[in-house]
């Protein structure tokens, strides 16, 4: 934290000078509002890394082609923030704008598309919309599957999303397949003894016991 809290400091000392010198919409003053929203996330001050962020986005909305890559990054900051302080129905139109500039400005399947997946599955997983976060999380495995290796752990916490929804929508077959092939994965890219492993196992007897379950209750 106190590393944190240095940086900080050094940052906002940036920005008094740039905000002196430079004009209210200069990228450099961007850039300062970037890095202190890093920072102020990272020590969990989520209002202050929103506001900053949101600066940030304000100055590229005016010096950035509408579909920048940039813009995305921006709106993904912003919906994360918002997703840890729960604001769920906030962070979903950031999430799926910052994949709408991505689908325009970058080619089919490229990897920065992977973490708009995801932050959109989330945002509707939270809100309990469990079709559309497996469309997302599917998608993201997709263009995962297609740009990393076969053993990549990114892979095996992708699996466990969906069957983590799976789990819960009661498609029981589906999510015991997702959660075997995280399992697998973790098993070949982690030592034995790896705490992973354990969270694989238990996901898995997860879902044994709602199929037990559901057995009996159907007896």
Same mark, same amino acid.
């Given at each position: 934290?106190?590393?944190?809290?240095?940086?900080?400091?050094?940052?906002?000392?940036?920005?008094?000078?740039?905000?002196?010198?430079?004009?209210?919409?200069?990228?450099?003053?961007?850039?300062?509002?970037?890095?202190?929203?890093?920072?102020?996330?990272?020590?969990?001050?989520?209002?202050?890394?929103?506001?900053?962020?949101?600066?940030?986005?304000?100055?590229?909305?005016?010096?950035?082609?509408?579909?920048?890559?940039?813009?995305?990054?921006?709106?993904?900051?912003?919906?994360?923030?918002?997703?840890?302080?729960?604001?769920?129905?906030?962070?979903?139109?950031?999430?799926?704008?910052?994949?709408?500039?991505?689908?325009?400005?970058?080619?089919?399947?490229?990897?920065?598309?992977?973490?708009?997946?995801?932050?959109?599955?989330?945002?509707? &997983? =939270?809100? /309990?919309?469990?079709? %559309?976060?497996?469309?997302? #999380?599917? @998608? $993201? *495995?997709?263009?995962?599957?297609?740009? +990393?290796?076969?053993?990549?752990?990114?892979?095996?916490?992708?699996? &466990? =999303?969906? /069957?983590?929804?799976? %789990?819960?929508?009661?498609? #029981?077959? @589906? $999510? *015991?397949?997702?959660?075997?092939?995280? +399992?697998?994965?973790?098993?070949?890219?982690?030592?034995?003894?790896?705490?992973?492993?354990?969270?694989?196992? %238990?996901?898995?007897?997860?879902?044994?016991?709602?199929?037990?379950?559901?057995?009996?209750? +159907?007896?």
């Amino acid at each position: 934290m106190n590393n944190y809290t240095k940086a900080l400091s050094y940052y906002e000392k940036a920005l008094a000078i740039q905000q002196q010198t430079l004009p209210s919409d200069d990228p450099d003053l961007a850039l300062t509002y970037n890095n202190i929203g890093l920072v102020c996330d990272r020590m969990g001050n989520y209002p202050q890394a929103l506001e900053n962020f949101e600066r940030v986005l304000a100055i590229q909305l005016k010096t950035l082609p509408p579909n920048h890559p940039d813009l995305a990054t921006s709106y993904i900051s912003i919906g994360v923030v918002h997703d840890r302080m729960g604001e769920y129905s906030k962070a979903l139109p950031h999430n799926q704008r910052a994949l709408a500039i991505q689908q325009q400005a970058l080619p089919p399947n490229h990897p920065d598309t992977i973490l708009s997946y995801i932050s959109t599955g989330v945002a509707f &997983d =939270r809100v /309990g919309n469990y079709s %559309n976060a497996l469309t997302y #999380y599917e @998608k $993201a *495995l997709a263009v995962q599957q297609e740009t +990393l290796p076969p053993t990549h752990l990114d892979l095996a916490a992708s699996y &466990d =999303r969906i /069957g983590i929804v799976c %789990n819960r929508t009661g498609d #029981y077959p @589906k $999510a *015991l397949t997702c959660h075997k092939n995280a +399992l697998e994965i973790r098993q070949q890219a982690l030592p034995p003894d790896h705490p992973n492993l354990v969270k694989s196992h %238990n996901q898995i007897r997860a879902v044994w016991n709602k199929v037990n379950g559901h057995r009996k209750s +159907l007896t």
